[in-house]
């Protein structure tokens, strides 16, 4: 259905697909404890807040394929502005919720210290996408974005397992 239909009909599609690519942490999660919890909540809004940034700013140096493949990004709607504003609006709203498992005591607060530096990060690179002219046809800032978020996404998911692993080593009496 996203794919078919959802992704060629409406520039949201990277918002609706947002919520399917970020709900495997909550399936993952009910599938083991049986429960979905706030835990397993926050890592999908991690993954759904994540979502448009990451594909806004490739659609911005890629529009005109989105164009001629007919899929309706967010650059080619709404325009590169409005689509420059609703990326950091995002990374504004990411950086705080990456750091909610430090906050909510799901982590320790080493954790915590790493996610604030990837999202102070990732609002430092939008603000970049977000100063960008209209007419900056190389799109340098959106290229980066595009490439620290994917390093962002799997930072702070690999310091979150890390950070859940040596913990629990450590509450084991290991190390």
Same mark, same amino acid.
Request: aromatic share 14%; proline share 6%; glycine share 8%.
């Given at each position: 259905?996203?794919?078919?239909?959802?992704?060629?009909?409406?520039?949201?599609?990277?918002?609706?697909?947002? %919520?399917?690519?970020?709900?495997?942490?909550?399936?993952?999660?009910?599938?083991?404890?049986?429960?979905?919890s706030?835990?397993?909540?926050? +890592?999908?809004?991690?993954? $759904?807040?994540?979502?448009?940034?990451?594909?806004?700013?490739?659609?911005? $140096?890629?529009?005109?394929?989105y %164009?001629?493949? @007919?899929?309706?990004?967010?650059?080619? #709607?709404?325009?590169?502005?409005?689509?420059?504003?609703?990326?950091?609006?995002y990374?504004?709203?990411?950086?705080?919720?990456?750091? +909610?498992?430090?906050?909510l005591? $799901?982590?320790?607060?080493?954790?915590?210290?790493?996610?604030?530096?990837?999202?102070? @990060? $990732? #609002?430092?690179?939008?603000?970049?996408?977000?100063?960008?002219?209209?007419?900056?046809?190389?799109?340098?800032?959106?290229?980066?974005?595009?490439?620290?978020?994917?390093?962002?996404l799997?930072?702070?998911?690999?310091?979150? +397992?890390?950070d859940?692993?040596?913990?629990?080593? +450590?509450?084991?009496?290991?190390?």
């Amino acid at each position: 259905v996203y794919t078919m239909w959802l992704k060629r009909w409406t520039p949201q599609n990277i918002v609706i697909g947002g %919520a399917a690519g970020a709900i495997p942490p909550v399936i993952g999660w009910a599938a083991v404890t049986g429960t979905v919890s706030l835990e397993s909540v926050v +890592l999908f809004l991690i993954i $759904f807040l994540w979502t448009p940034p990451h594909f806004w700013a490739l659609a911005l $140096f890629k529009s005109e394929d989105y %164009a001629r493949a @007919g899929i309706p990004m967010m650059p080619n #709607v709404a325009g590169q502005a409005s689509t420059r504003r609703q990326i950091f609006a995002y990374a504004l709203i990411l950086a705080p919720v990456g750091v +909610l498992p430090s906050a909510l005591g $799901f982590t320790t607060p080493a954790y915590g210290v790493f996610a604030v530096l990837l999202g102070a @990060g $990732f #609002v430092w690179y939008a603000w970049k996408v977000l100063q960008m002219a209209d007419d900056d046809h190389v799109m340098k800032p959106a290229k980066a974005l595009f490439g620290y978020s994917l390093l962002y996404l799997f930072a702070i998911f690999a310091i979150y +397992l890390a950070d859940c692993v040596v913990a629990r080593v +450590l509450a084991m009496g290991g190390a």
